[in-house]
């Protein structure tokens, strides 16, 4: 059974940074990309970065380019978010995912980012 669970989430005061966490479990981490997206209320899901099944590549929305860095742990089957000089804007639920994505694949349970002063 494929299973995300992302961690890390929090209160942080404008330029602030957090660092998030996906655990992923259930599949074959190493031949899937990566990706972590954030849903900000009344808005639609977008991605925000990914990064390949190498670990070679990565790509970011132009949003939280040069602020935002990915990363993945091989030996721990875990992908990262390194989120630096964090803006109100960034405030959303963060998720991570596998792609390609099966449609039909559950998300998890997301971590909360909230950006204020």
């Known amino acids: 059974q494929v299973k995300l669970v992302e961690s890390g989430g929090g209160l942080v005061h404008p330029g602030g940074s957090l660092g998030l966490s996906c655990a992923a479990s259930?599949?074959?981490?190493?031949?899937?990309?990566m990706r972590w997206y954030r849903q900000a209320p009344g808005k639609e899901r977008e991605l925000v970065a990914s990064?390949?099944?190498?670990?070679?590549?990565?790509n970011y929305a132009d949003s939280v380019k040069g602020r935002f860095t990915i990363s993945r742990d091989f030996a721990k089957s875990t992908v990262y978010l390194e989120m630096n000089s964090l803006k109100p804007e960034d405030t959303a639920v963060y998720y991570c995912?596998?792609?390609?994505?099966?449609?039909?694949?559950?998300w998890g349970q997301g971590t909360q980012v909230t950006v204020s002063s």
């Open positions: 995912g596998r792609s390609p994505r099966p449609p039909n694949e559950n």
């Open positions: 259930g599949f074959t981490f190493s031949i899937y990309t």
């Open positions: 990064i390949s099944s190498a670990g070679t590549s990565t």
